[in-house]
């Protein structure tokens, strides 16, 4: 049976009614699908400012019936998240998690910079990956890495890396227009919020769907 992976990104919650309204919806329209998602990737800039109350709220609306998986992005807070939304303790490390469904398995890398706008793989990550892609043999059998999931970008795309897919989700909140679209091409939340479903194959294709949120 394939394994069906949801992804959205960028909810930005900041206690704001339209903040929580996108992201209220957004959660809903998962609930209500005809099959459950495996699982659920956020993939970063879950809260606005990394306060706690707004890790308070994503807890709320991420206690979902599904496994969810999180990764920040910048504009949240490692400790904050951590403790927050994780149960964890706080610390600044980055958060790598990961979420193993059956036949597939999700690393999730924190690129973020805490107190800037880009981000890079660090060591303490990427060594994460390798020990992990060892441990599940993965590493000598390459291309079972079948594609990379991200965010931060505010709209839906898919590129290459490695000959390996890109697929970013579109954001929930902050949502972006091209500039071969409107004038205003960095306007945000004028779309409406956006859901990527991974669909990944027993024979390992993966087909992504992207959907505006109804
Ligand atoms: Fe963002």
């Known amino acids: 049976m394939s394994a069906l992976i949801a992804h959205i990104s960028d909810l930005h919650l900041d ?7 996108r992201a209220t919806r957004t959660v809903d329209h998962l ?3 005809h099959r459950s998602p495996d699982l659920l990737v956020v993939s970063g ?11 308070e709220q994503a807890a709320a609306l991420l206690d979902l019936p ?9 504009h949240d807070d490692r400790a904050t998240l951590r403790s927050g939304l994780l149960g964890q303790d706080p610390s600044d490390g980055p958060v790598d998690t990961e979420h193993r ?18 981000g890079h793989l660090g060591t303490e990550t ?12 993965l590493l000598e059998e390459y291309p079972r890495v079948v594609g990379v999931l991200a965010g931060h970008a505010h709209t839906g795309a898919a590129a290459t890396l490695a000959g390996r897919p890109v697929l970013v989700a579109p954001g929930v909140t902050s949502t972006l227009s091209m500039p071969w679209e409107t004038e205003e091409a960095r306007a945000v939340r004028t779309r409406p919020p956006g859901i ?11 087909t992504t769907h992207f959907r505006s949120v109804p």
């Open 15 to 21: 206690g704001t009614e339209e903040t929580t309204r």
């Open 31 to 33: 609930r209500s699908l």
């Open 45 to 55: 800039d879950i809260a606005d400012h990394g306060a706690p109350e707004e890790y």
């Open 66 to 74: 599904f496994p969810v998986l999180v990764c920040p992005g910048n």
């Open 101 to 118: 469904g059956t036949g597939f398995t999700v690393l999730a890398c924190d690129t973020s910079i805490p107190g800037r706008d880009d």
């Open 126 to 137: 990427l060594e994460r990956v390798r020990r992990t892609l060892d441990e599940v043999a």
């Open 196 to 206: 990527a479903f991974h669909v990944l194959a027993e024979d390992a294709s993966l």
